[in-house]
């Protein structure tokens, strides 16, 4: 069948990597892609993702036989909606059921009416209020803006002035709002399920970095660097992940008459009482894409119609329980700021192998030059036989990329390294 993928990220770049590899898939088109997807199929900047009806006659023209959307935007936006309405077979959540992402406000009432474990937490519209609120519970605290932020919508305010600056920034716009909650301590970790929804099939874990500098440092960005699987995740964890948090997440989805079809990704904290709810995203994870996809053993598009056609109960998605996998997210100067745009990026092909795999995101290819053309704009994900073998090949081929306009984390993976150490590997 032809594919169309919606996207232009570090993402798209491993999805078409996975989806380009599939017996199923006679073509693939992105839209508007990048100059990693390129290589996979054909990129489409001509097509206007937030056109739908523009999609719909593209599908349509081409006999695309599956829609996978990428990015949280046009999932929001109704994307899958409009294509479902057309006959066209989309993959990923209604507008509806996209609020578990669109509005962090929704997804905490729901927890709090189905019984999952989530901090505690209270909802503002108005400043006064949320700073009364903030003065009673004391810090540390997390204050969340309700909706799409890029993964930085987020502060962890250490002191009382750095949470009332963040409240009174967040709810500066005209319809803002906030929720404040407390802040959870453990281990953070993610957990991706696919959904058909009435079932859910569990496909992998990851763990992010999201702090831009070494030692968790510094404001929060889209994500620094990724590594899977999740080691500090064990079985048990995840039946109680899939027990307590997933498995009621679907049954309030349904009976709120939104059930939740695609990936859901929960952001977990693993905590003292047990693992708690962050957030949820409800699309593959930017970088986690980047290191769940390369070990893949199974084919990821039969998965995707499953779900689509609302029956995962055979669904079985398959990652190699000898390999991990680790990313390292190269950034602009600049990021999470302004970034600096249209530096060469040169090098790569001296790192790319049978273990090492370069994700663009933030680029754009101009007389035969890769230039950095964004915040996040390689990933460079490495495969080993334990994540510190991952990342010692990661950086390794980083050491080879010649690229000083561009600066990374050099710690990435290092609570699953040091378990390693410890003797509790993969």
Same mark, same amino acid.
Do not use: W
């Given at each position: 069948?032809?594919?169309?993928?919606?996207?232009?990220?570090? *993402? !798209?770049?491993?999805? +078409?990597? /996975?989806?380009?590899?599939?017996?199923?898939?006679?073509?693939?088109?992105? %839209?508007? #892609?990048?100059?990693?997807?390129?290589?996979?199929?054909?990129?489409?900047?001509?097509?206007?993702?937030a056109d739908h009806a523009a999609v719909t006659a593209f599908c349509r023209q081409e006999g695309v036989g599956l829609v996978v959307i990428g990015p949280e935007v046009p999932l929001v936006a109704g994307l899958v909606d409009d294509?479902?309405?057309?006959?066209?077979?989309?993959?990923?959540?209604?507008?509806?059921?996209?609020?578990?992402?669109?509005?962090?406000?929704?997804?905490?009432?729901?927890?709090?009416?189905?019984?999952?474990?989530?901090?505690?937490?209270?909802?503002? *519209? !108005?400043?006064?209020? +949320?700073? /009364?609120?903030?003065?009673?519970?004391?810090?540390?605290?997390?204050?969340? %803006?309700? #909706?799409?932020?890029a993964g930085k919508g987020v502060v962890v305010a250490d002191t009382l002035r750095e949470a009332e600056a963040a409240v009174r920034t967040m709810l500066s716009e005209p319809g803002a709002e906030i929720v404040v909650e407390?802040?959870?301590?453990?281990?953070?970790?993610?957990?991706?399920?696919?959904?058909?929804?009435?079932?859910?099939?569990?496909?992998?874990?990851?763990?992010?970095?999201?702090?831009?500098?070494?030692g968790d440092r510094g404001p929060n960005t889209g994500g620094m660097g990724a590594y899977s699987p999740a080691t500090v995740l064990t079985p048990e964890i995840e039946r109680t992940v899939m027990e307590t948090i997933i498995a009621p997440t679907l049954q309030g989805m349904r009976e709120r008459g939104n059930p939740f079809t695609g990936i859901l990704y929960a952001g977990l904290m693993l905590t003292a009482d047990g693992p708690k709810?962050?957030?949820?995203?409800?699309?593959?994870?930017?970088?986690?894409?980047?290191?769940?996809?390369?070990?893949?053993?199974?084919?990821?598009?039969?998965?995707?119609?499953?779900?689509?056609d609302g029956d995962v109960s055979g669904v079985e998605v398959g990652f190699d329980p000898h390999r991990a996998a680790l990313t390292v997210v190269m950034a602009a100067a600049g990021y999470p700021g302004t970034v600096v745009r249209g530096s060469e990026i040169r090098g790569l092909d001296n790192v790319i192998d049978d273990e090492v795999i370069v994700f663009l995101a933030g680029t754009r290819a101009e007389n035969g030059r890769l230039l950095a053309d964004g915040g996040r704009v390689l990933a460079v994900t490495a495969l080993g036989a334990s994540i510190l073998e991952a990342q010692a090949r990661a950086y390794a081929a980083i050491s080879r990329i010649d690229w000083p306009e561009g600066f990374c984390r050099r710690d990435i993976g290092y609570r699953a390294v040091a378990r390693e150490v410890a003797g509790d590997g993969i």
């Open positions: 069948m032809a594919i169309l993928l919606i996207g232009s990220g570090g *993402r !798209e770049h491993a999805l +078409a990597y /996975a989806l380009a590899g599939s017996p199923y898939c006679r073509c693939l088109f992105t %839209a508007p #892609g990048n100059p990693g997807t390129a290589a996979f199929g054909r990129n489409r900047p001509d097509l206007d993702v294509l479902r309405a057309a006959g066209i077979r989309a993959f990923g959540p209604t507008r509806a059921a996209a609020q578990l992402e669109g509005s962090k406000g929704f997804t905490k009432d729901l927890c709090a009416e189905y019984g999952i474990p989530t901090a505690a937490f209270a909802r503002f *519209r !108005e400043v006064e209020p +949320a700073l /009364a609120y903030l003065r009673e519970r004391g810090v540390p605290i997390v204050v969340k %803006a309700d #909706g799409l932020a407390e802040c959870l301590f453990g281990e953070e970790a993610s957990f991706f399920a696919l959904c058909d929804g009435t079932r859910a099939v569990p496909i992998g874990t990851a763990q992010d970095h999201k702090r831009v500098f070494d709810l962050i957030e949820y995203n409800t699309r593959f994870g930017d970088p986690e894409a980047q290191v769940l996809m390369p070990r893949l053993t199974s084919d990821l598009v039969p998965a995707l119609v499953a779900a689509c």
